[in-house]
């Protein structure tokens, strides 16, 4: 009955809890607002493209810079492969990392992929729903996220 | 139709009983499919939700082997089977044990190991047409859904184990009662999620596993001390069955009789029973005497059906542990 008495406090105090719900453990969306959204990039067209000197282009770049622009935030791009990149967003030296993910990305452990934004047919005319990757447990800017994804872009194709 | 377990026929409050606590193990198994359906649909990347799902998984273990070990036992004993099939009581407790120790040992590591390497779970969105919510609130849905109809399950199911004397419903109505920790468990864990503390989810599992753990160990225990010829105790597994007391002073009370002793095996809803019986004087009791006592002893209760009476000239300690002792605080 102890233990019962003590979920219950618990149950009691999270839902006590005031600010957004859910929260960032390491503040992610707050940061971002109004300041820096850093994003990976690698190379995946037509989703995203990367040339030496200039400014990464395609979709998923658009998708991620429209992003910021609603969170008053500049964008701060990164190129690099797909394991550097995810091993950065790991260590929280980037916020968000493009790549023309799909729903069978294996980095499932090491970040978190979002709801996907659209689904279009692979080359053997399979549906394929793609992603993007952010911070593990970083959930009120991943819901931040994936509601701009889900209510803006929901059918786009490349 | 008379309802028997082996060559026994239940009386009409056992056999009353059966018929509910079979009809209850349906309702469990159709009430765990809409769970396990509904859990998995919404659970996402939350350690706790995994390890509720798991534990309804697991839930189906009891019913199941109830199922079966109530159709065995109906069985009446073979040439093959002297002793009926009862034991098959005993092995389906032994199994759901081992299966709920084994999957609260994974599930206790799988925790542990997730809070030591401080994993962070993402819980994102949800959407339902036009709808987007926070993917958390149809977990905790689910879990307030899944976690109060078992309670009321355990409550239905605990007094017609007694009735029965049957462990296996005994171990499924204590998980039942138990479900709705798993349930509160998970939603702390979500709701700690929300609140932005990563360590709530892994926290609430570990609690969570370590309650499956517990009930395998304590099941194993108490299933494994039956399988291994036990005296006959109480369902609960925590003192000596009454009826023990009951044969021997309805032996001793016979009036050839000097001094009865008796042992009593737990087979799985009934008991065999040896017991011996001491003539005064040493005379030799007449065949009557002795299938008297035999048929009196039988209808004390239904669980007694497989007895033997042995006539001795003293109670053999040897066959009979404690019989000296108590002999020698008596002289």
New interface residues.
């Given amino acids: 009955m102890r233990?019962?008495g003590g979920?219950?406090l618990?149950?009691g105090l999270?839902?006590g809890?005031s600010?957004p719900?859910?929260?960032?453990?390491d503040g992610t969306l707050e940061r971002v607002t109004g300041g820096v959204l850093r994003v990976g990039v690698t190379a995946n067209e037509p989703w995203t493209a990367t040339e030496p000197g200039g400014d990464p282009s395609g979709l998923e770049v658009d998708l991620a810079s429209e992003f910021a622009a609603t969170l008053d935030a500049e964008v701060e791009w990164t190129v690099g492969s797909e394991e550097d990149l995810i091993g950065r967003l790991e260590q929280a030296e980037l916020d968000l990392v493009v790549g023309g993910f799909t729903g069978k990305s294996p980095w499932?452990a090491q970040a978190?992929l979002?709801?996907p934004y659209t689904t279009v047919p692979d080359e053997h005319g399979r549906p394929e729903p793609h992603v993007m990757a952010?911070?593990?447990?970083?959930?009120?800017f991943?819901?931040r996220l994936?509601?701009f994804l889900?209510?803006r872009h929901r059918d786009v194709l490349p | 139709m008379t309802a028997t377990f082996g060559h026994t026929e239940l009386p009409p409050e056992q056999a009353d009983a059966l018929r509910r606590a079979v009809r209850l193990a349906w309702v469990t198994i159709g009430f765990l499919l809409v769970g396990v359906t509904v859990v998995y649909l919404v659970m996402g990347s939350s350690q706790a939700m995994k390890a509720a799902w798991a534990e309804d998984l697991l839930s189906f273990i009891p019913p199941i082997s109830f199922l079966v070990a109530v159709h065995l036992a109906r069985r009446r004993p073979t040439v093959g089977h002297p002793y009926g099939y009862h034991r098959s009581v005993g092995v389906g407790h032994l199994v759901a044990a081992a299966a709920l120790l084994t999957m609260g040992s994974f599930l206790v590591l799988d925790s542990g190991s997730g809070l030591l390497a401080a994993e962070h779970p993402p819980v994102g969105v949800m959407h339902l047409g036009d709808h987007v919510f926070w993917a958390g609130w149809p977990m905790i849905g689910a879990m307030v859904v899944t976690g109060v109809p078992p309670v009321f399950l355990g409550r239905a199911k605990m007094p017609l184990a007694r009735t029965l004397h049957d462990r296996v419903l005994y171990a499924d109505a204590d998980m039942n009662k138990a479900d709705w920790m798993t349930a509160l468990g998970s939603v702390v864990g979500i709701l700690g999620i929300g609140a932005g503390l990563w360590w709530a989810d892994s926290a609430a599992a570990l609690f969570i596993s370590v309650s499956i753990l517990r009930d395998g160990i304590t099941n194993l225990r108490v299933a494994g001390r039956a399988l291994m010829d036990a005296r006959a105790t109480t369902v609960e597994g925590d003192r000596p069955h009454p009826l023990l007391q009951r044969v021997d002073a309805h032996l001793r009370s016979l009036p050839w009789v000097a001094e009865a002793g008796s042992r009593v095996r737990d087979e799985g809803h009934v008991f065999h029973v040896e017991a011996f019986v001491v003539p005064r004087g040493g005379r030799v009791p007449g065949l009557d005497d002795l299938v008297a006592a035999r048929e009196s002893t039988i209808a004390l209760d239904w669980k007694i059906q497989d007895l033997v009476v042995i006539p001795v000239d003293q109670l053999p300690a040897e066959l009979l542990p404690g019989v000296e002792a108590a002999a020698g605080e008596h002289g």
Avoid: H, I, K, R
Wanted: contains cysteine.
């Fill in positions: 233990a019962t979920l219950l618990a149950a999270l839902a809890c600010g719900f859910p929260a960032d453990p499932g978190a979002t709801t952010a911070p593990l447990g970083e959930n009120a991943l819901v994936e509601t889900l209510e």
